[in-house]
């Protein structure tokens, strides 16, 4: 059966030292043929379009949903409490405890959303989708230097239309910004090595520093694991310390990240030893890990990641399986060290946090994040070999699959109800009287401090919440609706239904300390929007803790 050819650009060819017949992939030079039919102008079009609908299908669904639990809330409420504390440096899980689970990138210029568009959840989402757009960019500036405008706007649709992408895009998490970070040095390095501009070393080296202030250690070992293989396989590890200003670029690094790591540990001892040790070895390295201070430990199988990066690289992944099969297409392992070594570069890229994470089972959907732009890119290589045929057009549409999904399933999500308290203390402020206080019994999810601006207080046990609720009669109870039986008989008779949350998980009570204002109210059906409006931290706190 014949070879699919991927053939290199001739001058990155001539660059890097001959033709590219050592690719581990080949596919035919149809990259640049003439479309039949006159449909070399209406292409980019085309894409652009589709990148467009993408783009703004993320964007206006970004305020529709609330804050969910537990990692969208948490960093979003850690951001609202840099802009009331004003305390940036080190980031608060609670007020006065430091958080030592992450570095502080995302959740800084999340808290700079805050104050641009107000304490709300579009603008807790809004970096996350403007760190998608930048990784899309590099994505288009990487392809289009290496062959062209049209296979760069390939890979940004791809890229911008994988499954992983369109839900990272939107949420309030670390991984945008990481990811940022990798894929910065990443296109660094390769234009580093292939033309002659210096910058593209010393963004190499700002790649790291982000990575390094987004998520830690992880995002450089993710950085270096592809980029050691490609260049221990395709002989080029003299040329790559030729090429980088690695002592410069050191030095750099060390400006941009040091500080930070030195202030943080001075202001809260004891950070380091639990970030590095625990985050990034005891994390993945000891199944159900109990240290975690912020959450619990999750055991999978391991090679578990394997099925997120097909999942996460939906709907591109099976027409990518198809194709090469289709094709007849063939890996050869020998010889590697010819060519430009652009596709390898790409698989390198693509598989480095699969095989990373193969052993863990401690893992998330988002760790296979930082391969979707090799991914994207040798999609790319793929699609761009059917430029001259009518299939590569229709190809295209796959990219409405999920921002189409997207919509589908956040209808269906609000009818179900959302994994947030917005609808708890919205019933709460519709129905609390003026200095009605509102506590959580056992668990305090982190959405309701975010919806509660910091007013909700905790009580772990009944005698805690009897002495909460006899100094503050009139009080508002908020549980999950299976910790109703281990409240006392006569407690839970001075407790009247106001709510439940549409999820049925969580029940909202009003302790009938004083005269009610209103009867108790039907279950939630109707939340309002989020307020922009700044609240003090509340003023009876029982406890603090790390959640």
């Known amino acids: ?120 959840a579009f603008a807790a989402r809004l970096p996350s989708l403007l760190l998608g757009l930048a990784v899309c960019f590099l994505a288009y500036r990487l392809g289009a230097q290496y062959k062209g405008r049209e296979y760069g706007l390939r890979a940004s649709l791809v890229v911008a239309t994988s499954l992983l992408m369109l839900v990272s895009a939107g949420g309030v998490m670390t991984d945008p910004a990481m990811l940022l970070g990798t894929t910065l040095s990443m296109v660094g390095y390769w ?79 004891g950070f380091l030893r639990y970030f590095i040790v625990g985050e990034h070895l005891q994390r993945f390295l000891t199944p159900g890990w109990k240290g975690d201070l912020y959450g619990v430990g999750h055991a999978y199988p391991r090679g578990t990641i394997w099925l997120y990066a097909l999942l996460g690289t939906l709907p591109w992944s099976p027409w990518l399986v198809w194709q090469l099969f289709r094709r007849g297409a063939v890996q050869p392992l020998a010889p590697l060290r010819g060519g430009d070594g652009w596709t390898l570069y790409l698989i390198c890229w693509m598989l480095a946090p699969a095989v990373f994470f193969t052993f863990s089972r401690n893992i998330l959907p988002t760790y296979f994040l930082p391969g979707l732009i090799g991914f994207g890119l040798l999609v790319a290589q793929v699609w761009q070999a059917q430029a001259a045929s009518a299939a590569a057009r229709r190809t295209g549409w796959l990219a409405l699959v999920t921002p189409s999904l997207a919509v589908v399933l956040l209808a269906a999500w609000a009818q179900s109800g959302f994994q947030s308290q917005q609808d708890i203390v919205a019933a709460y402020r519709q129905d609390s009287a003026k200095d009605g206080a509102l506590v959580y019994f056992r668990q305090r999810p982190h959405s309701a401090e975010f919806y509660s601006r910091g007013k909700a207080a905790r009580v772990d046990d009944a005698d805690a919440m009897r002495a909460y609720l006899a100094r503050l009669p009139n009080s508002y109870v908020a549980t999950e609706v299976n910790a109703l039986d281990l409240l006392p008989p006569d407690l839970r008779a001075q407790l009247d239904e106001v709510a439940v949350s549409r999820t049925g998980k969580y029940v909202l009570l009003r302790h009938l300390g004083g005269e009610p204002r209103f009867p108790a109210a039907e279950a939630v059906r109707n939340v309002p929007g989020d307020t922009n409006a700044r609240h003090p931290a509340g003023p009876h706190r029982l406890r603090t803790s790390r959640e």
């Open 1 to 120: 059966m014949p070879l699919i050819e991927l053939h290199a650009s001739p001058r990155l060819s001539r660059r890097m030292g001959g033709t590219n017949s050592a690719d581990v992939v080949d596919l035919p030079a149809q990259g640049h043929a003439q479309r039949p039919g006159g449909l070399g102008a209406t292409v980019p079009r085309l894409l652009y379009r589709l990148l467009v609908f993408a783009f703004l299908t993320r964007l206006l669904t970004l305020g529709l949903y609330p804050l969910t639990d537990n990692t969208e809330a948490r960093y979003a409420e850690i951001a609202r409490k840099m802009i009331e504390t004003g305390q940036w440096l080190v980031p608060q899980i609670d007020y006065g405890v430091p958080f030592w689970g992450k570095p502080p990138l995302s959740m800084w210029l999340t808290a700079i959303s805050y104050e641009l568009f107000g304490v709300n």
């Open 191 to 269: 234009l580093a090595l292939t033309t002659s501009s210096r910058r593209w070393g010393y963004l190499f080296f700002v790649g790291l520093a982000i990575g390094l202030l987004a998520k830690g250690p992880v995002a450089t070992v993710l950085t270096l694991l592809p980029i050691g293989a490609w260049a221990v396989l395709t002989g080029r590890v003299a040329e790559s310390g030729r090429r980088l200003p690695w002592v410069r670029g050191t030095v750099l690094l060390g400006v941009l990240v040091v500080p930070w790591y030195w202030a943080a540990e001075m202001q809260s001892p």
